[in-house]
RNA sequence: GCCCCCGUAGCUCAGUGGAUAGAGCGUCGGACUUCUAAUCCGUUGGUCGCAGGUUCGAAUCCUGCCGGGGGCGCCA
C-alpha cells in the first residue's frame, strides 16, 4: 500500500463518516487530500495524520474523540494492521507487512515512472535562467542556477508540469560594442579599452579569429568593431552551449535579444502596456508607472535621446513569454539582481496579469569556493574569474552538481573543492551514488547465485524493522518530488536521496538478499532483491532529477 | 535611508503550525576469511540570535530589535 492509497483511504472515511452522520461537517470541509506522513518516531507507526486535529473545530468535537471515530474506521480498512491515537489527537497508523511490501511491486512496476504525478498537471511553466551575456565564459555566478535551475526543470516535468527552459541572450547593447572593440584591440596587440573585457580568454578568442578570418585585420576600423563583435558572439555563445552541454543542463529555447527588436514584440509589448494604461511620458522619455503596483520608482522604456532602456526588452520579453502560452514565468536570478523582483511583478501586474500568479522571481545567493580552506577567486583559464569549465575540471560534473542542488538557493553556498572531490562519507553525492551501486553489485550478485524475482515476491516476508523504514522512505518519494515542485526547491529530492541512502545502507548491513556457501536460496532471498531492486529504481530516478548519474559500478 | 536573504549542535546545514528539534562531519569507542567497510553500530553534543504577539500547539506565522551577507542607475 502507498501512502497515496492510504490518504485516498483515509479520505474515504471521511466522507462516510460524514454520510453517517457520525461526523458533522460540511462537504466542503472534506480535504481533497488528506496528509498523510511518515512520523519522526519509528514507534508511532508506519504512518501518521493529523486529520483529527484539523476537522476537530469544524466538527465541533473534541480532537481525540475524533481521531477515536475515525481510528476505528481506519482499522477495517485491508491492509491496515493497527491505529493508534495518540498525543493531542494523532492517527497513528501500522500498515500490514505485506501490504507494507507490495510498494517494492509497485515501484517496480512503475520503473521510471515512479515519482511522477499529476500535482502540476495542465500548467505550462517557462523557466528562465542563466541568460548570461555573449561575451565571456559562463563563470561560478552562473553555475548555481545551471545546476538548480536545469534539476527544477526536471523537477517540475516530473510533477506534470509542460516546462520550457529558456536561455536569454543579452546580444544587444553597448557591451556587445565594448566586447567587439576588446577583441579588435587584442587582435591589433593594442592594449584592450579601459571599459572593455580585460579577461584572458579575449586574446585568445582574437587569436582564433584572425586564424579564421585573416581579412578582419584589412577591413576599416569602424566595420571591424562590428565584425569582431560578431565573430566573439558566435564564438562564446557557442562555447557557453558547449559547456552546458557537457554540465548535461539543456535548453528549449535560446532567446536573443535582437530577435525580441526585429520580430516586433517590443512594439506588442509597449503595445499591451499601454492598453493597459500604465505608459506615460515625461522628461522627454518614456515611462512605465510600476509604481502602480509596489515598485518603488517608475521605470524608463525609451529614453530621452529615443533609445530603449534594458528594461524595456525585458517587458517586451515577458509580454512575449505569455503570448506563447505560458501560465507561469518563472526567472532565476543571482542575489546581486533582487532589486528586479518588484520591478518585474509590476511589469506583469502592468501588463494586466496577476504578479502573484503569472510571474515568479527565484533569488540564489552567492557561490564561493574554496580550496585548502583558502578563498578560490581567480581562474587561469579566464584571468579574473572562475569558470563553469574551471570547475568541472576540478570536481567533475556529478559533484559539481550534486553539490550545488543539495542547497537551498536561500543561503550562500560554499563549495569545498577539497570535501566535493573526496570519495568518503562526508561527501553526499559518494554516499548516494555508492548507494546506488550498491544495488546495482547486489543484483549482478543475485543473478549469479540463481535468485530470481520472477520466482516469488511474498511481502509478508520483509518484516525486519530495517525494511519497514527502507519502505517508509520509498513510499514518499512521489510525495517529495511533488513538493520539491510546487516549492521550487530540488534540494529536497537531494536530502530525501541521503536519507534513503541511508536506510538502504542500514538494511544492507541487516538483511542479505543472497545466501551465505551453501545455504539454499529462500523466497526470503528472492523477496528481498524485489526491494533491493525498488531501492535501485527510486535511487536513479532521484538522481536523474538532479542531473547526477547512478553508477552500475564504483 | 529603503529593499531582499540568512541567524538551528564545535563546523557545514536539513526541517513551508504538530509528538522527545534532526543529518553529515568532528570527538571517543566498536564491527571486515565483506551480497564492495566508499558501509554499519554506539558515544558526545542545543536558552532553534533576542523580546513580544497570534493558537489547542511556533524553529516554522506576525511585529520590533541585534548580528552577518547582498542590492538600490534615463548602466547593460
Same mark, same amino acid.
Given at each position: ?42 514507534? &508511532?507507526?508506519?504512518? #501518521? ?17 475524533? #481521531? ?5 474506521? %481506519?482499522?477495517?480498512?485491508?491492509? =491496515? ?43 505550462? /511553466?517557462? %523557466? ?12 561560478? +555566478?552562473?553555475?548555481?542556477? $545551471? ?39 587584442? #587582435? ?7 571599459? +572593455? ?11 582564433? !579569429?584572425?586564424?579564421? *578570418? ?9 566595420? *571591424? ?19 552546458? +552541454? ?14 525580441? &527588436? ?13 492598453? *493597459? ?50 501560465? /507561469? ?5 543571482? $542575489?546581486? &539582481? ?33 580550496? +585548502?580552506?583558502?578563498? =578560490? ?7 579574473? !574569474? ?30 569545498? !573543492? ?17 548507494? &546506488? ?83 539454499? /536460496? ?11 531492486? #525498488? ?20
Amino acid at each position: 500500500m502507498t501512502p497515496a492509497e492510504l490518504s485516498a483511504a483515509l479520505r474515504d472515511v471521511l466522507l462516510t463518516a460524514r454520510a453517517d452522520g457520525a461526523l458533522p461537517i460540511d462537504a466542503d470541509q472534506v480535504p481533497a487530500s488528506v496528509t498523510v506522513e511518515r512520523p519522526r518516531q519509528r514507534e &508511532h507507526g508506519d504512518w #501518521a495524520s493529523n486529520v483529527a486535529l484539523q476537522l476537530a473545530k469544524k466538527a465541533g468535537m473534541a480532537p481525540r474523540a475524533l #481521531a477515536d471515530l475515525l481510528a476505528a474506521r %481506519l482499522t477495517q480498512v485491508p491492509g =491496515v494492521a493497527s491505529v493508534d491515537v495518540a498525543g493531542p489527537g494523532f492517527l497513528n497508523i501500522t500498515l500490514d507487512t505485506a501490504a507494507a511490501g507490495e510498494l517494492a511491486r509497485t515501484i517496480l512496476e512503475a520503473g521510471a515512472d515512479y515519482g511522477r504525478s499529476d500535482a502540476l498537471a495542465g500548467q505550462s /511553466v517557462d %523557466l528562465e535562467f542563466i541568460s548570461a551575456n555573449p561575451t565571456g565564459p559562463l563563470h561560478l +555566478g552562473h553555475t548555481r542556477w $545551471a545546476a538548480v535551475g536545469d534539476a527544477l526543470g526536471r523537477v517540475l516535468a516530473a510533477a506534470g508540469a509542460r516546462v520550457t527552459r529558456e536561455f536569454y541572450v543579452n546580444d544587444l547593447g553597448v557591451q556587445m560594442d565594448r566586447f567587439g572593440a576588446s577583441i579588435m584591440a587584442a #587582435a591589433h596587440g593594442e592594449p584592450i579599452p579601459e571599459d +572593455g573585457y580585460h579577461g584572458d580568454y579575449v586574446a585568445d578568442l582574437a587569436t582564433s !579569429i584572425v586564424a579564421e *578570418q585573416p581579412d578582419l585585420l584589412d577591413l576599416p576600423r569602424e566595420e *571591424q568593431v562590428a565584425a569582431f563583435r560578431e565573430a566573439g558572439y558566435a564564438h562564446q555563445l557557442a562555447a557557453q552551449k558547449d559547456v552546458l +552541454g557537457r554540465f548535461g543542463t539543456h535548453f528549449d529555447v535560446w532567446y536573443s535579444e535582437r530577435t525580441l &527588436h526585429t520580430s516586433g514584440a517590443v512594439d506588442r509589448g509597449f503595445e499591451r502596456l499601454r492598453e *493597459q494604461g500604465h505608459v506615460f511620458e515625461a522628461d522627454g522619455a518614456v515611462w512605465l508607472r510600476t509604481t502602480d503596483f509596489g515598485d518603488d520608482k517608475d521605470r524608463v522604456l525609451v529614453k530621452s535621446d529615443g533609445s530603449l532602456t534594458y528594461f524595456a526588452s525585458d517587458t517586451a520579453y515577458y509580454v512575449d513569454k505569455r503570448s506563447r502560452g505560458h501560465d /507561469v514565468c518563472i526567472y532565476l536570478l543571482g $542575489a546581486d &539582481h533582487h532589486g528586479y523582483v518588484g520591478r518585474l511583478k509590476a511589469v506583469a501586474a502592468c501588463a494586466g496579469d496577476d504578479p502573484e500568479h503569472n510571474i515568479e522571481v527565484l533569488i540564489g545567493q552567492l557561490v564561493n569556493l574554496l580550496q +585548502g580552506g583558502e578563498p =578560490v577567486r581567480m581562474s587561469k583559464r579566464a584571468g579574473t !574569474i572562475i569558470t563553469l569549465a574551471d570547475l568541472i575540471e576540478w570536481v567533475g560534473v556529478d559533484a559539481a552538481r550534486y553539490s550545488l542542488t543539495r542547497a537551498s538557493t536561500d543561503s550562500p553556498l560554499t563549495l569545498d !573543492i577539497d570535501v566535493i572531490t573526496r570519495k568518503t562519507n562526508d561527501n553526499p553525492v559518494f554516499y548516494v551514488q555508492y548507494a &546506488h551501486a550498491r544495488t546495482a553489485n547486489v543484483s549482478r550478485n543475485a543473478e549469479s547465485l540463481g535468485v530470481r524475482r520472477a520466482d516469488a515476491f511474498d511481502p509478508g516476508l520483509l518484516d525486519d524493522a530495517s525494511e519497514a523504514v527502507l519502505l517508509g522512505m520509498l513510499g514518499e518519494f512521489p510525495r517529495v518530488v511533488a513538493q520539491a515542485a510546487e516549492l521550487r526547491e530540488p534540494h529536497r529530492v537531494a536530502r530525501y536521496l541521503e536519507e534513503l541512502a541511508s536506510a538502504y545502507h542500514k538494511w544492507y548491513d541487516r538483511c542479505r538478499v543472497t545466501p551465505v556457501g551453501e545455504e539454499p /536460496v529462500t523466497d526470503t532471498h528472492r523477496t528481498r532483491l524485489w526491494l533491493n531492486d #525498488a531501492t535501485r529504481q527510486v535511487l536513479a530516478n532521484g538522481l536523474d532529477l538532479l542531473g547526477v548519474s547512478a553508477p552500475e559500478r564504483m
